[in-house]
């Protein structure tokens, strides 16, 4: 992955730690691993980003931030992945939730109303809430097994890639090393 596109985006953790409204939590959040950027921790952390995001909850950044710490992966890009359901994706991914909900337990749709997938939501939660939270549980886990391997093979490939440039660039002559940009 690459590595230093990542640090370029990603908070310091001396000026999070240094936040007064955190300042319970600056004893786990001086923990280096949840800095790190290395395959293990980067896939861990998308893994656990996009489940939560398809959790139909509130206060999903709290969860994801608890549970990166919890199995020691990438807090910023675990927090920050949870974003994928914002307030404008969220009504399309929970009736496509609910969607394949029903179609897995063989339910009958209860069309949307004209109010808003989330008005309907709230409206008839009693009758649509084991379709909607399989849906979001199947979605989101295979989300996060998916993107897990996503990124481990793609981190994996950028590492090849990256050896057989510095193997090709030891095997030029000397003179030849002088005009390639990279050195």
Known sequence: MPRKLIKRFMPKPEKIQANKSLGFMSAHLADPSLWTLTRTSVSGAF???LFVAFLPIPM?????AFL???WRVNLPISVGLVWVSNP???PPLLYVCYRLGAWILNVPLSPPSSEGIIDWVFTHFNQIWPPLLLGCL???AVLAVVANVAVRLLWRWQVSQ???KR?????LPSTQKKDTPEN
């Open 60 to 64: 999903q950044m709290l969860l994801a």
């Open 68 to 70: 990166a710490g919890y």
């Open 47 to 49: 893994s656990i980003g």
């Open 88 to 90: 404008l994706t969220t």
């Open 162 to 164: 990256s050896w057989n």
């Open 138 to 140: 199947i979605i989101g």
């Open 167 to 171: 193997q090709s660039n030891r095997l």
